[in-house]
T-cell receptor, first 117, second 115 residues
Framework: AQSVTQLDSQVPVFEEAPVELRCNYS??????LFWYVQYPNQGLQLLLK??????LVKGINGFEAEFNKSQTSFHLRKPSVHISDTAEYFC???????????????FGQGTTLQVKP | DTGVSQDPRHKITKRGQNVTFRCDPISEHNRLYWYRQTLGQGPEFLTY????????KSRLLSDRFSAERPKGSFSTLEIQRTEQGDSAMYLC?????????????FGPGTRLTVL
């Protein structure tokens, strides 16, 4: 069964500093990988996704992530954070196989990014 | 395109009452998903529809839960005889689902509080 582990429940960082949010997954097959952001009392918004191809993926709001198959990781990075980046971040995987594939997302527990002035 | 909408946004009910939530997906998206998110956790898959057919249900979806998607458009999620453990955010997502367009677009959620 697939699972996702987000290694940090909370990440405090000062404004304009770089940040990395860590995500590891377990799966015996190839996966699609996603990062979503959730602001308070709102739904989830897609930041970026990895389906295939280049292992470095760029997303919205200056975020990027690198897929590392050997380490089964998909860490999210931003070189300089803003106060407005304060939110909950979720890493997720889905099974890309066709046929009976549901496309359902398996989420990690989330990481709270707290950007301080 | 107005995105995925959910109604109501908040619902407070007493234990034992029935509640129904509605989700309107992005038009022409053939897949619709329901997830449940409890405080401090990531969303958990409940069920999904391919057009009007409900193709998978999670073990989380007890007999008190039922979901429908008549005519492959909007969907409803009903919880009968609510329990305090049902308190959560219920999220709906839709997806066009083809080989390259696998993104799920989420609605704002319905927050259920069972007293």
């Amino acid at each position: 069964a697939q699972s996702v582990t987000q290694l940090d429940s909370q990440v405090p960082v000062f404004e304009e500093a770089p940040v990395e949010l860590r995500c590891n997954y377990s799966s015996s097959v190839s996966v699609y990988l996603f990062w979503y952001v959730q602001y308070p009392n709102q739904g989830l918004q897609l930041l970026l996704k990895y389906l295939s191809g280049s292992t470095l993926v760029k997303g919205i709001n200056g975020f990027e992530a690198e897929f590392n198959k050997s380490q089964t990781s998909f860490h999210l990075r931003k070189p300089s954070v803003h106060i407005s980046d304060t939110a909950e971040y979720f890493c997720a995987v889905s099974d890309p196989r066709t046929g009976s594939n549901t496309g359902k997302l398996i989420f990690g527990q989330g990481t709270t990014l707290q950007v301080k002035p | 395109d107005t995105g995925v909408s959910q109604d109501p946004r908040h619902k407070i009910t007493k234990r034992g009452q029935n509640v129904t939530f509605r989700c309107d997906p992005i038009s022409e998206h053939n897949r619709l998903y329901w997830y449940r998110q409890t405080l401090g956790q990531g969303p958990e898959f409940l069920t999904y529809f391919q057009n009007e057919a409900q193709l998978e249900k999670s073990r989380l979806l007890s007999d008190r839960f039922s979901a429908e998607r008549p005519k492959g458009s909007f969907s409803t999620l009903e919880i009968q005889r609510t329990e305090q453990g049902d308190s959560a955010m219920y999220l709906c997502a839709s997806s066009p689902w083809d080989r390259r367009n696998v993104e799920q677009f989420f609605g704002p959620g319905t927050r259920l509080t069972v007293l």
